[in-house]
């Protein structure tokens, strides 16, 4: 892998467009979390895939699908913002998180868990802690239960982050946010349920609500263990595809009180709740989940990106990216 371009701002991200050996085209994401310090907490968000297959209509990630990235291509993105800052291989931060989370969904690709399972012993990183960011997609049995083995034999006491994106409490209105089949509300539960050890971090459920999607923490409740499971509240990004599917968010990151019912109503459902917003400069940036800068606003939904537009990003030095609070 070359880098074909980079793009960020001094005090807050840097997106790496790498090129494959195939001519597809990948980002990665480094950032920090300010006013942390870099040493204390230190965020890296890799894609899985080339492109996704699912093509949800909040994420520009699903234009195209060109197949799966192998375990060398995964740790390629990984080692080239590690070793630009420690070229040793020793990273002594405190909180060294690795998203699976850029492009593509992880569970579609088993590579992951080949990278990992070699993590613990590619760097010496006593801060690591592994992120998956899912849609739950069905038909991946093999993938959940060697996750679960990976995770309680490398990433026991909270050293393990799991996500489930559901973004609405309604699973039929689900289907139009996520086109993919899936596993339902209660087989979610079940497997988390399973998966969950005590000392784990508790598994995520993320809301990126949509206005006209029904988001109710009573239904949510009935479904999902309080005991394993949080909610995480976002915005909804503003990325081509959700423009040009007439998508609009009920979190206003401006007005952070525009959140206040939804929280309220998770937490009383006796669910911890996590309302988390980024900094809006990197909507420019393009440094937001499922934002894939090379991608010009004419391009009409479905067309192939121009893919030449991305070498033309400014080359610049690591920067520092998103302010999360998960």
Known sequence: MKIAGQRGESDLATVYIGE?????????????????????KWVLIVSTLKGCPVNCPICDAGISYAGKL???????????????????????????KIQFARM???VFNPAVLDVLSELPFVYDAPGLLPSISTIAPRGCDDFWGKLTE???????????????????SSENERRKLVPCSTLSFDEMNDWGEKFFSPGDRKISLN?????????????????????CFMIKL???????SSRSSGLEGIID????????????????????TILSIGETRENRIGSNCGMYVGRL?????????????????????PDRYRREQS
């Open 297 to 317: 606003s004419s391009n009409p939904k479905g067309k192939e990106p121009q893919k030449h537009a991305l070498q033309m990003l400014p080359r610049e030095h």
């Open 70 to 96: 192998s375990f060398g291509e995964i740790i390629g993105q990984i080692d080239h913002m590690v070793r630009t800052r420690y070229s040793d291989g020793r990273i002594p931060v405190s909180k060294f």
């Open 104 to 106: 593509g969904d992880p």
């Open 207 to 227: 809301f990126a609500a949509v206005r006209g999607y029904p988001v109710d923490p009573a239904v949510i409740a009935h479904h999902f263990s309080p005991e």
């Open 253 to 272: 990151p401006d007005h952070p009180e525009t959140a206040d019912e939804l929280v309220n109503g998770f937490q009383n459902a006796g669910f911890d």
């Open 20 to 40: 494959l050996e195939d001519g597809e085209l990948i980002e990665f994401v480094e950032s920090v979390q300010p006013p942390i310090p870099q040493s204390e």
């Open 150 to 168: 990976v995770k309680n034999r490398l990433y026991g006491n909270g050293k393990f982050q799991m996500q489930f994106s559901i973004h609405t």
């Open 234 to 240: 976002t915005p909804v990004n503003p990325t081509h």
